[in-house]
């Protein structure tokens, strides 16, 4: 008998193998699931700048007229790279350490960023010129966040000399489009800056983001909207349903359905302004609470993949405070996966500053076999892309570039076991399969079969067989049991991508 299995139904750990919908995998490792496909993700290699000289903390993109500069941060300096030249714009030298987070945001074409330990600074984009304090900001204040709304900045978390205002929300004047907010004084009633104490709730304010027609203030365990409605109190504020916060700052991701944030628990929610819902619930909230190391929040960071249509979980697992590994949930097909990250400290959109044809001259394989779109520029300045700081080393990476990761070759694993095709109680024998695979041709596959008389396990795995794209038919081999097994694995460079595979079986009875 034939059973075809879908091969896109994405990463599922929550749910007992023997229950998992047909496509869905057990274990995922590096693979990508989209457009009804399971294959390799992509690779990163460097961003086309200078090479960072220290370990990068955070990384933004900025545009300025007709010049892109991104922009990365250490722990004591600012440099913007145009992709030809890298400039130290820090001016006052930064005093905060590794595990103080950046937040950074654009407001008017101006970049903004903060450290939490030094005065929120803006740059105007002229390599000329260095980081400046914020007008009218008081030399004695901190703020955990800042982020842009409207035409406002916004500062959260506020610090006032020595004294803590861990509730409180402070709002700049309105901008003149074009240039930074002119003052912060809430006292001057000719202004519009204002603050006020989100203390319904006792948790503290960890970050925000702008959230159609309001901005999101979130706590660590609560969520409250700011919504302009002008007049003497510009803003009105409001508790937002749920006990949903964020871990930490650059927690929240904007996608086209709304927040996805990575929250107390942990978990991970999606809120598009009513009461967040979990999207882990059910699928993959245990391995998240497994894997991910409580004690380095300062290390975990969510930012969206949009060409991918992903949302990116970075955390660390390996009890650093560098993201080791992603957990990635694809909005579209609403499908999960797990890969291998670079020790990411910190990501970023937006528009690299040179060209990688993907043409008939540049591509390896063929027609059938190229996985990406014909006479594509990957690096298009039409075209966004995610970029990943990273340490050890020292890197900007350019990600979903190249099928390797820096230059090497990984591992790329799926993963089903508890397969009993609806008779549990019968041994089936499994004598190979026809897999269905697009790919570059050579690249090579293995596969490897097993095999459980009790659902439990344990299982007995066959050797792995190798399966050459372009000249294998068939990946022969064997396995008998009640329960089977199928392991893809590949550490090639080619790309490839799986659609469905065939499974050659033979039932033999209940014994």
């Known amino acids: 008998m034939i059973f075809t299995i879908p091969a896109s139904g994405g990463f599922v750990s929550d749910v007992e193998p023997h229950d998992l919908a047909d496509g869905q995998w057990s274990y995922v490792q590096n693979a990508r699931f989209r457009d ?14 200078t090479a960072p000289a220290s370990t990068p903390l955070h990384v933004a993109f900025h545009q300025v007229e007709d010049k892109r500069y ?71 204040d901190r703020c955990k966040s800042i982020r842009s709304f409207k035409n406002y900045l916004i500062a959260l978390n506020i610090t006032k000399s020595t004294t803590e205002y861990p509730h409180m929300v402070k709002w700049s004047h309105a901008a003149v489009p074009g240039s930074i907010p002119a003052s912060w004084d809430a006292t001057d009633a000719t202004k519009d800056a204002g603050e006020r104490d989100l203390s319904e709730t006792t948790d503290h304010i960890v970050d925000g983001l702008a959230l159609g027609d309001s901005f999101i203030v979130y706590k660590e365990r609560s969520a409250y909207g700011l919504q302009y409605i002008g007049g003497n109190a510009i803003f009105r504020s409001y508790r937002l349903p749920g006990n949903y916060g964020a871990l930490a700052q650059n927690c929240v991701a904007q996608t086209p359905l709304g927040h996805v944030v990575l929250a107390n ?3 991970v929610v999606l809120h598009n302004g009513g009461e967040p819902q979990s999207i882990l619930s059910g699928r993959v909230r245990d391995w998240l609470i497994g894997s991910f190391n409580g004690a380095s929040t300062a290390g975990a960071f969510v930012v969206a993949n949009m060409s991918k249509d992903e ?34 400290t910190a990501a970023a959109w937006g528009v690299a500053n040179a060209t990688l044809p993907d043409t008939w001259a540049t591509t390896s394989g063929g027609w059938e076999s190229d996985t990406d779109r014909w006479d594509a520029n990957v690096l298009s300045l039409a075209e966004e892309k995610l970029v990943i700081a990273a340490t050890n080393p020292n890197a900007l990476y350019l990600m979903d570039q190249t099928t390797r990761f820096d230059g090497s070759d990984f591992q790329v694993t799926l993963e089903r076991t508890g397969m009993a095709f609806g008779k549990q109680q019968s041994v089936k024998t499994l004598r ?80």
């Open 36 to 49: 009804g496909y399971a294959g390799k993700i992509g690779g990163h290699a460097a961003l086309p700048v």
């Open 70 to 140: 991104w922009i990365w941060s250490d722990a004591d300096n600012t440099y913007a790279d145009d992709g030809t030249t890298q400039t130290n714009i820090t001016g006052t030298t930064l005093t905060g350490g590794a595990t103080d987070r950046f937040t950074s945001c654009v407001i008017g074409g101006v970049y903004v960023q903060n450290n939490q330990i030094d005065v929120p600074s803006y740059w105007d984009g002229d390599t000329t010129s260095n980081l400046t304090a914020l007008p009218d900001w008081d030399a004695n």
């Open 265 to 267: 628990g942990p978990d």
């Open 311 to 344: 949302a990116w979980i970075c955390i660390p697992t390996n009890g650093g405070n560098a993201a080791n590994t992603a957990l990635i949930w694809n909005w579209k097909n609403n499908t999960f996966t797990v890969r291998d990250l670079p020790a990411a």
């Open 432 to 511: 190979g399969c026809f897999p269905r695979i697009d790919g570059t041709t050579g690249t090579e596959l293995k596969f490897e079969y097993g095999a459980a008389m009790d659902v439990e396990g344990p299982y007995v795995w066959s050797d792995p067989i190798t399966y050459t794209v372009g000249s294998t038919y068939r990946a022969d081999g064997f396995a008998s049991g009640r329960f089977l097994a199928l392991r893809v694995r590949s550490n090639a460079n080619g790309a490839w991508r799986l659609k469905s595979i065939d499974l050659d079986i033979v039932e033999r009875g209940s014994y």
